[in-house]
């Protein structure tokens, strides 16, 4: 088992800047792809970016690449998303999900979810 902690969502304004983490706890964490989906009101929950076992991959949704950055700090048992010039259309719950699959971009390759955190733009 796995469980994932989701934090650092808040209210911004566009144009502006915030730090995602999820915190991992139980199975080794390195062993695991990490990915960061988001889900909007109404909406289906979908891919934003995911990262390798190993730190080298990195892969991202068209709409946030130049924009999120994914990374892992597997000492920390910790993923991170940073994410710079949000947009209004950035508003959504993110997750964080692992999987021992790979870095892939449908939910349900992904076997442990967390509980997610709100992240709303203002315009």
């Known amino acids: 088992q796995v469980q994932l902690v989701e934090s650092g969502g808040g209210l911004v304004q566009a144009g502006g800047s915030l730090r995602l983490s999820c915190a991992a706890s139980?199975?080794?964490?390195?062993?695991?792809?990490m990915g960061w989906f988001r889900q909007a009101p109404g909406k289906e929950r979908v891919f934003v970016a995911a990262?390798?076992?190993?730190?080298?991959?990195?892969y991202y949704a068209n709409s946030v690449k130049g924009r999120f950055t994914i990374s892992r700090d597997n000492a920390k048992n910790t993923v991170y998303l940073q994410m710079n010039s949000l947009k209004p259309e950035d508003t959504a719950v993110y997750y964080c999900a692992a999987n021992q699959v790979g870095m892939t971009v449908t939910t349900p390759t992904y076997e442990y979810w967390g509980q997610g955190t709100q992240v709303t733009v203002s315009s």
């Open positions: 139980g199975r080794a964490f390195n062993n695991y792809a």
């Open positions: 990262i390798s076992w190993s730190r080298g991959s990195t």
